[in-house]
């Protein structure tokens, strides 16, 4: 039981201490490979300003902002070294560092917190005044508080720690100690075991043997950093590899992938929108076209890279495009304007008191003044750099420098000077030792370098091929089950339609039918009169009613009402051999397609109901059509139907056991106007004034027009 309970109370000891250290490193990783949305982030989730003067004041002012004082300090930490990286863009940027490293100074208490103030000050030191001796002291400083600690915030920090103090030992020549510091770091990031981390390490180790001129080296660890940055995505990290590797091709003198390399790592941080490291390929390009003899190009890319770095407002590197452009000027011998950029360059390398710009730049100085023969300017330049080379340790730089004041001395007529120098010459290559360098046997291993760095390359792009590749497939699949979808929706969607259509067709059927017998009904009637162009024109229309037959459902039912009409329709349609349509019971209208008087009609009608035994007499209402003369004058087929319906009712009003028709015949000027509602007003006027005859086979005299003044409905018309 006392075990089981330890082993619990260990992994509830090491749970949060597991959160931590993914936490960490997780920021550790984005600060890298994303620092501007970093800083965005950050900077929008504290409220500032800040004020605190001591750990109390700290604490709460942690708990006011909503953080334990671990994750506010952690924020404050990482907004500060943001503020101080070269390609993060901030209002203020060193100033913000400034503030943050004092209000983390006066709330720090332990050593891991007193040496991550140090470490920020020595970076602070190092990135504002260029006092990297200090600097270095004040990285060791953090080392030594931290020396004893290993727990992973400790283990980040001495992992980054050795990383900067590499790149100022580097930065100053002395490579011993950088080389040390960075053999540390990569060993740090291999115990962090963070793929991200040992890749960036690895990267640093290829630049520092490339920096010495050691290539197979410096090829072995970027095939590394490639080999292990291929498990994984990170955009900025694979660019910052190909800025790399196009470096060591052009030390390696292979131009054409050195300026492959150079313009996809470009395009890769312009899309970032990078400039710091885009600034980096112009110059890299530039050197390329230098190295080739084509200065003018170079020249170009020089400038391109100044306006970046003018716009970032990177001073130290305005300064370095200075001496790279009065290098580039002295090489097509415009010396003019190549010490005009390099006392530019001079110019800004005293004021940020980089001495190890400066030697190179006041030597470049001399060799031009040698060129114009102006021996003063050579003198002076020559001694400067010598005592900035022997400030510096600089045994070669030593050399170079009082070559230069030999020569000059010369010219100068000053044989002591001339002689002193020739002698610490001398003295200086007795002492100098040999760099280490690649053997003339190193050049297979160079070449299997080589082979290795590009089968890594060729590795990670066959990875992302097959990522890419599995991504089209899945897209292809998700498509293809979209397309399969969409597909039975479609064709569902089309069966639904052809049912609806065929509804609708079914629909429309039936609306022309008349609703009990289910003839052809009114709705047919007003269709086919219309301008049908699947209708046979109508050349007259007739509307036949059995006075008898007009209420047999309200005399005799529904059924017998409905049967009667049904067999009327039949005979009608016999007896005409024309359509047939049920208006109501016992009420017909027949459309007829060919010429056909009234009297005709008349007869055939009588004749096949007397056939079949009927001595119902009927009423006969008829017009030939069209109506108007000027048959180009469209009207209504409601309005025919109506007219005919007027005629009708004239037939109705004769009196007598006969059969009567009453037929109507518009004269050739009557206007479109007299045939509108309400029709039979329009009509009565029409046949007062003679511009409407009737025709009948009874007493014209007895026919009753619908009249207006008589009509008992008036008062439910007066709306018309």
């Keep these: 039981m006392q075990k089981l309970t330890v082993i619990l109370f260990t992994l509830l000891l090491s749970l949060p201490f597991s959160v931590q250290s993914r936490d960490l490193e997780a920021d550790e990783v984005e600060l890298r490979e994303s620092p501007q949305q970093m800083y965005d982030v950050l900077n929008k989730s504290i409220s500032f300003p800040l004020a605190f003067q001591n750990r109390d004041q700290f604490e709460r002012a942690a708990q006011e902002q909503g953080y334990s004082p671990i994750e506010f300090e952690q924020i404050l930490y990482l907004l500060t070294r943001l503020n101080m990286e070269p390609n993060v863009k901030t209002k203020v940027g060193f100033q913000d560092a400034k503030s943050l490293i004092e209000l983390l100074s006066t709330a720090a208490?332990?050593?891991?917190?007193?040496?991550?103030?140090?470490?920020?000050?020595?970076?602070?030191?190092?990135?504002?005044?260029?006092?990297?001796?200090?600097?270095?002291?004040?990285?060791?400083?953090?080392?030594?508080?931290?020396?004893?600690?290993?727990?992973?915030?400790?283990?980040?920090?001495?992992?980054?720690?050795?990383?900067?103090?590499?790149?100022?030992?580097l930065l100053i020549r002395q490579e011993v100690p950088a080389l040390m510091h960075f053999h540390t770091y990569r060993d740090i990031a291999y115990k962090l075991r963070n793929d991200y981390l040992i890749a960036a390490a690895e990267a640093r180790l290829g630049f520092y043997y490339n920096f010495n001129q050691q290539l197979t080296k410096s090829l072995q660890h970027y095939s590394e950093a490639i080999r292990i940055s291929n498990r994984s995505n990170y955009p900025a990290m694979k660019t910052n590899l190909q800025l790399q590797l196009s470096k060591v091709y052009r030390d390696l003198k292979q131009w054409d992938e050195a300026l492959k390399n150079a313009h996809e790592a470009a395009a890769g941080f312009k899309k970032?929108?990078?400039?710091?490291?885009?600034?980096?390929?112009?110059?890299?390009?530039?050197?390329?076209?230098?190295?080739?003899?084509?200065?003018?190009?170079?020249?170009?890319?020089?400038?391109?890279?100044?306006?970046?770095?003018?716009?970032?407002?990177?001073?130290?590197?305005?300064?370095?495009?200075?001496?790279?452009?009065?290098?580039?000027?002295?090489?097509?011998?415009?010396?003019?304007?190549?010490?005009?950029?390099?006392?530019?360059?001079?110019?800004?390398?005293?004021?940020?008191?980089?001495?190890?710009?400066?030697?190179?730049?006041?030597?470049?100085?001399?060799?031009?003044?040698?060129?114009?023969?102006?021996?003063?300017?050579?003198?002076?330049?020559?001694?400067?750099?010598?005592?900035?080379?022997?400030?510096?340790?600089l045994v070669n730089e030593q050399k170079a420098a009082l070559t230069l004041i030999a020569s000059a001395s010369q010219k100068l007529g000053e044989l002591s000077k001339t002689i002193d120098a020739q002698t610490r010459i001398i003295e200086l290559g007795n002492t100098l030792a040999e760099k280490e360098k690649d053997s003339p046997v190193s050049t297979s291993a160079l070449a299997e370098q080589q082979l290795k760095l590009e089968l890594n390359m060729v590795q990670g792009k066959l990875a992302e091929t097959v990522k890419e590749s599995n991504s089209t497939h899945t897209l292809l699949l998700i498509s293809c089950l979209i397309a399969g979808l969409l597909l039975l929706v479609i064709a569902y969607m089309l069966h639904h339609r052809r049912k609806i259509s065929a509804i609708n067709a079914a629909l429309t059927q039936l609306s022309l039918q008349e609703p009990f017998t289910h003839n052809l009904g009114y709705a047919a009637l007003l269709a086919h009169l219309g301008h049908n162009q699947h209708q046979a024109s109508t050349?007259?229309?007739?509307?036949?009613?059995?006075?008898?037959?007009?209420?047999?459902?309200?005399?005799?039912?529904?059924?017998?009402?409905?049967?009667?009409?049904?067999?009327?329709?039949?005979?009608?349609?016999?007896?005409?051999?024309?359509?047939?349509?049920?208006i109501r019971q016992g009420v017909f209208a027949v459309r007829f397609t060919q010429a056909v008087e009234p009297t005709h009609v008349l007869s055939q009608i009588r004749q096949k109901l007397d056939q079949q035994h009927i001595v119902h007499h009927f009423r006969l209402g008829f017009a030939n059509l069209p109506l108007l003369a000027k048959s180009e004058i469209k009207m209504a087929a409601k309005l025919k139907f109506e007219t005919v319906q007027m005629a009708l009712a004239c037939a109705r009003s004769l009196e007598g056991n006969n059969d009567y028709f009453v037929a109507l015949r518009a004269l050739d000027f009557v206007p479109l106007s007299l045939f509108a509602n309400p029709l039979f007003l329009h009509l009565e006027k029409g046949i007062e004034r003679g511009l409407i005859r009737l025709d009948t086979n009874g007493n014209k005299e007895d026919v009753r027009w619908p009249c207006w003044e008589n009509n008992q409905d008036r008062q439910l018309l007066e709306n018309i």
């Design 109 to 169: 208490q332990s050593p891991y917190e007193l040496a991550m103030v140090a470490m920020l000050n020595g970076r602070y030191l190092g990135r504002t005044e260029q006092k990297y001796q200090e600097a270095i002291g004040l990285y060791n400083e953090a080392l030594t508080r931290i020396n004893d600690s290993y727990d992973i915030e400790a283990l980040i920090l001495k992992h980054n720690i050795h990383e900067h103090l590499g790149g100022l030992h």
């Design 272 to 393: 970032m929108g990078n400039d710091t490291y885009l600034s980096s390929c112009m110059t890299v390009i530039a050197m390329v076209y230098g190295e080739q003899g084509d200065w003018n190009k170079a020249i170009d890319y020089y400038l391109n890279a100044q306006q970046l770095d003018a716009k970032r407002g990177n001073y130290i590197a305005q300064g370095l495009n200075f001496h790279n452009l009065g290098q580039a000027y002295s090489n097509i011998n415009d010396n003019v304007n190549a010490l005009k950029y390099l006392l530019m360059a001079n110019q800004i390398f005293k004021e940020k008191q980089s001495h190890h710009y400066q030697v190179y730049n006041e030597l470049l100085i001399g060799e031009i003044a040698q060129t114009n023969q102006d021996w003063p300017l050579m003198m002076t330049h020559a001694d400067i750099a010598l005592a900035l080379a022997i400030d510096l340790k």
């Design 539 to 582: 050349t007259a229309l007739g509307i036949i009613a059995f006075p008898a037959q007009l209420t047999t459902d309200l005399d005799y039912g529904q059924y017998f009402s409905d049967a009667v009409t049904a067999q009327l329709a039949t005979h009608l349609t016999d007896a005409l051999a024309a359509p047939v349509y049920v």
